[in-house]
């Protein structure tokens, strides 16, 4: 009986402990995020353009890395970090941009990481 009390006791005990460094690391959703454009100029510039929404009931910055490639044998062009700030529920738009060399044609426009702090 004493062993089934102090296993009782020791199972209680490790849940509060569980519960409490659950709400200390209360974690935060992912930015939820579009691309709503990806398109090269005729001088060149690739332009990217979407939407970062913070789902959560909390203000955040977005921060998200943004890569631009050529179609054309995956040629990189850049990676570039975009950081938005938002309110809670809050959506903007974000932009990204980078200059191709006069052989690119096409691009893909690719969100790779959508973090919020």
């Known amino acids: 009986m004493k062993i089934l009390v102090?296993?009782?006791l020791t199972a209680l005990v490790l849940t509060a402990i569980g519960?409490?460094?659950?709400?200390?690391?209360?974690?935060?959703p992912n930015a939820e995020?579009?691309?709503d454009q990806c398109?090269?100029?005729?001088?060149g510039e690739v332009i990217a353009v979407g939407q970062v929404t913070n789902p959560d009931?909390?203000?955040h910055s977005a921060n998200l890395v943004v890569e631009l490639r050529s179609v054309?044998?995956?040629?990189?062009?850049?990676?570039?970090?975009?950081?938005r700030p938002l309110k809670a529920g809050e959506q903007t738009q974000w932009t990204a941009s980078a200059t191709?060399?006069?052989?690119?044609?096409r691009v893909s426009c690719v969100v790779t990481s959508a973090s919020l702090d």
Request: no cysteine.
């Open 33 to 35: 995020v579009t691309v």
């Open 72 to 83: 054309q044998g995956g040629e990189w062009l850049r990676t570039t970090t975009v950081t």
């Open 100 to 105: 191709a060399p006069g052989n690119v044609e």
């Open 6 to 8: 102090a296993l009782g």
């Open 57 to 59: 009931d909390a203000a």
């Open 19 to 28: 519960v409490g460094l659950s709400l200390l690391l209360d974690t935060v």
């Open 39 to 43: 398109d090269i100029t005729p001088r």
